[in-house]
């Protein structure tokens, strides 16, 4: 069982920037596919980004596109998602995701934490 867990969310101003990260234990990191997703209040969990094994996959939702940035670190065990110029429409509850390879459907993604929450004041 893969094991997840979200940290580096807060309260922070509109056009700050945060970088949150997912530990990942359980199994050989190297191996799994990550994802980022969030869920604003009142809506759906929605696909933010993902990264393949190896960082030759990375794909990013429209609406976060030149303000979002995974990255990951496989010594680490862990991955990252750089955001920057928040915006209060930002502001929801960030998911990481392990599977088994690089999708924007949360479907193929079994494995999930917590996660952090990201609250962004104008």
């Known amino acids: 069982q893969v094991q997840l867990v979200e940290s580096g969310g807060g309260l922070v101003q509109a056009g700050d920037s945060l970088r949150l990260s997912c530990i990942a234990s359980?199994?050989?990191?190297?191996?799994?596919?990550m994802g980022w997703f969030r869920q604003a209040p009142g809506k759906e969990r929605e696909f933010v980004a993902t990264i393949g094994r190896s960082e030759g996959t990375i794909e990013y939702a429209d609406s976060v596109k030149g303000r979002f940035t995974i990255t990951r670190d496989n010594a680490k065990n862990t991955v990252y998602l750089q955001i920057d110029s928040l915006k209060p429409e930002d502001t929801a509850v960030y998911y990481c995701a392990a599977g088994s390879f690089a999708t924007k459907s949360r479907i193929f993604y079994p494995h999930w934490g917590q996660g952090t929450q990201v609250t962004v004041s104008s």
């Open positions: 359980g199994r050989t990191f190297s191996n799994l596919a």
